[in-house]
């Protein structure tokens, strides 16, 4: 169907023009689906990695806790200095 409209479209020159003028806005439209549509995935799949870097730094976070010693950065400080003098 499409190919006798050409052929039609060819052996007049204002309609060719038309049918020219319509199938290039009919292929941009498409593109410009198909771009859209590639660039929600992208940002879907930024997005996805940007929160399972965050899960990870959180849970990293919260098992990286220091406990309490029980003993003094003061004693530590104390007893390397008696074992410097005592060398």
Same mark, same amino acid.
């Given at each position: 169907m499409l190919k006798l409209l050409?052929?039609?479209? #060819? %052996?007049?020159?204002?309609?060719? !023009?038309?049918?020219? #003028?319509?199938?290039?806005?009919?292929? %941009?439209?498409? %593109?410009?689906?198909?771009?859209?549509?590639?660039?929600?995935?992208?940002?879907?799949?930024?997005?996805?990695?940007?929160?399972?870097?965050?899960?990870?730094?959180?849970?990293?976070?919260?098992?990286?806790?220091?406990? !309490?010693?029980?003993?003094s950065i003061a004693g530590v400080?104390k007893r390397s200095t008696q074992?410097? #003098?005592?060398?």
């Amino acid at each position: 169907m499409l190919k006798l409209l050409y052929a039609i479209a #060819k %052996a007049i020159p204002a309609l060719q !023009k038309i049918l020219d #003028k319509l199938f290039r806005e009919g292929r %941009a439209l498409s %593109a410009s689906r198909r771009l859209d549509a590639k660039d929600a995935a992208v940002d879907s799949a930024v997005d996805r990695l940007h929160k399972r870097e965050t899960e990870q730094q959180r849970a990293t976070a919260g098992s990286s806790r220091i406990q !309490k010693s029980s003993v003094s950065i003061a004693g530590v400080r104390k007893r390397s200095t008696q074992d410097n #003098k005592s060398s």
